[in-house]
């Protein structure tokens, strides 16, 4: 995973990929930028969205996996989802 | 094609979001025994039912798999979206589809039932585990929530008596008063179709439902610690290292009773019956072969009671984040683990329940070293094997040296699941890039003793049921290898060197002699084909026949005698990889459409077994042990 620098001032918005455990905010937009998931990006978008990962959710990251501090366990709004980093880099947060 | 409704019979279908509990309904309403645990993804098939309302009209009940949508991303949503929308041809179009959310997770479930809307059936959502949702502070008002759906609600508690009698009794009133059908409007729903839907559910869901004031901090505060980074891999660990000494350790006073007990009906057959063929295939061939399979039950049950155990609680998921990060580095899916484990108990099961997986190869990989898995099947000749020749001391002031070699064996067939899988990956399908991991946690909740108790029966009668068919069949066959034909008059030395299974035996030494296998085993493994255990069973029967009137001794001590260290070390490595049952690769046949991955994973099991006898036996061999 590249580590791509964050500006935490271009509209506040960071991608949940990069963010440490104990992080709270809201979800400002879902976006896949590259297909290098095995899906392409419209389908990684739709089931991201059908997790619950929707505009104006709630998201807390409550747990890392033990290597890499990956895959991260995320609450967003009552439920709670494990996701590798790699894909959280496609929900931005603030 | 008639439909049900043209004879009376109503057909319902449950759907709903993974883990919502539509199997547990299901069971609770036809008094059915399926599969139920606390992870998204244990039905991947239809099940069918039935049972009668309060006021007497039969129902025909189907439970489908969990889905998010009906978009059918993988074969167990397929079957779920091809059910509801009418496109099986052997099975009506529901009456009433019966939507099951579970009533602490609303979010995603009113979405999809607001996607089930559009099919145009009627359609009742089913509010499940209303207990712990009252119990949690969750004020959900239900008239509300009805007419802002525009679809009725009740609400039940599938795993309690009495906790489906609401459901019932609306049931009658319901299915006819929400019958007005429509024309299906339902198409694959679009991104700005899912954003859509998912906020219209949480307005619904903030008009309708309270939240609670302090919500409930169990799950969170146990994973605080289960799915710490380094106190997670210590329990994880101390789990599996706990569950293996345990097989050993409870197992072994139930398993002399047993074997005590076979011995005697043994010599109750010898006593009863005249000398000749009739007795020894009774005490031989049938008691001394199958009782030596089924002493095994216990320890399948203790394993088994760990697994029932953890799977209700909900550690199972937990266990997939925990390993995630190495399942992902030899290219599994994420959605692998829980096939992976369910290949612990079968592989079988677990093949089935890759249907879970939605990209084809990651698929077939999973399918593909499922089998390196250590099923249940090899605890008899593992164990077999292990109490013969490992000491049962204690090492390191608290470890069993006989669970340590059996935590081994799982460890090993574990590592090569990796194995295999990275090589597929890296040098097969190389263009093929690593699948999301995305999987739900589900809340902790106290495993049922019912549940628990169902799950055992459930596994030591399909034990039972293979010991009295196809383990007794391959009885039959190998006990009639090892008698026929009868030694010439006169002739020297034990009457089986004369028969068959001799020559058998030893016509495969050529083959079998450099992992230093000796004819008796040669031969076991041929009915060992049908079923891993039968081996065991074939070597109780061969050596039964050849110690003749005087073989006293249980087969282990036999074994014991016989065998060198190296040479039982070999037969262990052997059935870590040998692809000895027939049932698991016809599944791999249906499951992949095809003889193709049939015979190579038959072939490349086959060719790892003979490698690593080869390595085990030669090595053990070096170091004395022949």
């Known amino acids: 995973m590249s580590e791509r620098p964050v500006s935490l001032k271009a509209d506040q918005r960071t991608p949940l990929g990069l963010v440490a455990r104990g992080f709270r905010g809201h979800i400002q937009a879902i976006h896949v930028a590259e297909s290098a998931h095995g899906l392409s990006a419209a389908e990684l978008e739709q089931r991201l969205l059908e997790l619950g990962f929707v505009e104006g959710a709630e998201v807390e990251v409550l747990h890392e996996g033990p290597l890499g501090r990956d895959p991260i366990a995320v609450r967003v709004n009552d439920t709670t989802i494990a996701l590798r980093r790699r894909e959280a880099m496609a929900i931005l947060v603030s | ?74 074969p167990d949503e397929e079957i779920t979206r091809d059910v509801v929308l009418g496109r099986v041809a052997d099975q009506a179009l529901p009456d009433l589809l019966l939507c099951v959310a579970d009533a602490t997770n609303l979010r995603v ?53 009495g906790g489906t009698e609401e459901l019932l009794r609306r049931l009658d009133t319901l299915a006819v008063a929400a019958g007005k059908t429509a024309e299906s409007t339902w198409a694959p729903p679009t991104t700005s179709d899912l954003r859509a839907a998912q906020r219209e559910a949480d307005r619904v869901i ?62 109750l057959a010898h006593d009863a019956l005249p000398d000749g063929l009739l007795q020894s295939f009774v005490q031989n061939g049938v008691i001394s072969g199958v009782g030596s399979v089924i002493v095994f039950l216990p320890q399948i049950l203790i394993l088994f009671l760990f697994i ?24 599994l899916h994420g959605r692998a683990f829980i096939p992976l484990l369910s290949s612990f108990a079968c592989a079988i099961p677990g093949i089935m329940a890759t249907r879970v997986i939605d990209n084809k190869r990651d698929r077939l990989t999973t399918i593909l070293v499922a ?15 292990i109490s013969a020749f490992i000491p049962d001391k204690t090492i390191w002031g608290f470890v069993g040296l006989q669970g340590l070699v059996m935590f081994g064996l799982y460890a090993i067939g574990i590592l090569s699941a990796l194995g295999v899988s990275f090589i597929a990956n890296h040098f097969f399908w190389r263009d093929n890039a690593t699948p999301p991991f995305m999987l739900e946690l589900p809340d902790y909740k106290m495993p049922r003793l019912k549940s628990i108790a169902l799950g055992l029966y459930t596994r030591a009668m399909i034990f039972l049921k293979r010991a009295g068919t196809t383990i007794f069949s391959m009885m039959v066959l190998i006990w009639f290898l090892a008698s026929f034909p009868r030694p010439p008059e006169g002739a020297e030395g034990p009457a089986i060197d004369y028969s068959l299974a001799a020559i058998i035996g030893k016509w495969l030494e050529p083959v079998l002699a450099p992992v230093g296998f000796n004819w008796q085993i040669n031969v076991a493994l041929i009915p060992g084909m049908a079923a891993r255990e039968v081996a065991v069973a074939s070597l109780g029967t061969v050596y039964a026949i050849e110690g003749g009137k005087e073989a006293a ?70 170091l004395g042990w022949g």
């Open chain 2, 1 to 74: 094609m008639t439909t049900a409704t043209d004879i009376g019979i109503w057909n319902f279908a449950l759907v709903g979001t993974p883990n919502s509990g539509k199997t547990a309904l299901f069971n609770a309403l036809t008094g059915g025994r399926q599969k139920v645990a606390n992870y998204p993804g244990v039905t991947v098939e239809r099940k069918a039912g039935a049972f009668t309302t309060p006021s007497g009209h039969r129902v025909n009940l189907v439970d489908l798999p969990g889905t998010y949508s009906l978009r059918g991303r993988s």
């Open chain 2, 109 to 161: 479930a009113i979405r999809l039932v607001i996607e089930l809307k559009k099919v145009g059936r009627p359609l009742l959502l089913v509010l499940n585990m209303i207990d712990i949702a009252r119990r949690r502070g969750i004020d959900i008002d239900l008239d509300k929530l009805s007419s802002e759906l525009g679809v009725p609600v009740v609400t039940s508690t599938a795993v309690r008596r």
């Open chain 2, 206 to 267: 903030k008009s309708a439902v309270g939240q609670p004031k302090h919500p409930d901090t169990v799950t969170g505060r146990v994973d605080a610690v289960l799915l710490n980074p380094v106190a997670g891999l210590v329990v994880l660990l101390c789990l599996l290292f706990v569950m293996f000494q345990a097989v050993f350790a409870w197992a072994k006073p139930i398993m002399d009773l047993i074997s005590a007990g076979f011995d005697a009906l043994g010599v």
């Open chain 2, 308 to 331: 029932l155990l953890l799977e209700d609680l909900g550690y199972m998921a937990r266990a997939a984040f925990l390993m995630d990060k190495i399942m992902g580095g030899a290219g």
């Open chain 2, 371 to 385: 089998p390196l898995m250590t099923c249940s099947a090899r605890i008899p000749v593992y164990t077999l094997i």
């Open chain 2, 553 to 622: 001794e249980q087969i282990g001590q036999t074994l014991a005698h016989q065998w060198s260290l190296a040479t039982a070390l070999a037969l262990l490595a052997w059935y870590i990889f040998a692809p000895q049952c027939a049932s698991t690769l016809a599944v791999i046949k249906r499951e992949t459409g095809g003889w193709r991955y049939m015979f190579i994973t038959f072939a490349y099991m086959l060719t790892l077994a003979y490698i690593a006898a080869f390595i085990t036996f030669h090595v053990a061999r070096a």
